[in-house]
């Protein structure tokens, strides 16, 4: 027994579909200029961590702001 294809859209219309995309709306963050992305030598054996955890705990707070998977919103602002 063979599965079903999926149906497939196709976009026609592109100005229209940009313009639907810019109203979905936006979420501005201010952040501060202080805040270190980097995260500083501990001194212990072992890899060192890459971020700090303000940037960790700044990447996971939009995660669950925007509803996107963490890989989505690392990509989009923490990367």
Do not use: F, H
């Not at 995260?39 to 700044?58: F, L």
Request: aromatic content about 8%; proline content about 8%; hydrophobic content about 35%.
């Amino acid at each position: 027994m063979s599965r079903p294809a999926p149906p497939s859209y196709k976009t026609k219309n592109w100005p229209t579909y940009n313009e639907a995309l810019k109203r979905r709306g936006s979420l501005t963050i201010w952040l501060d200029p202080g805040m270190n992305w980097v995260a500083a030598p501990t001194g212990k054996r072992g890899r060192e961590q890459a971020y700090s955890d303000a940037a960790i705990q700044t990447c996971l707070s939009m995660k669950v702001l925007s509803g996107m998977a963490l890989r989505g919103s690392s990509r989009a602002s923490c990367g």
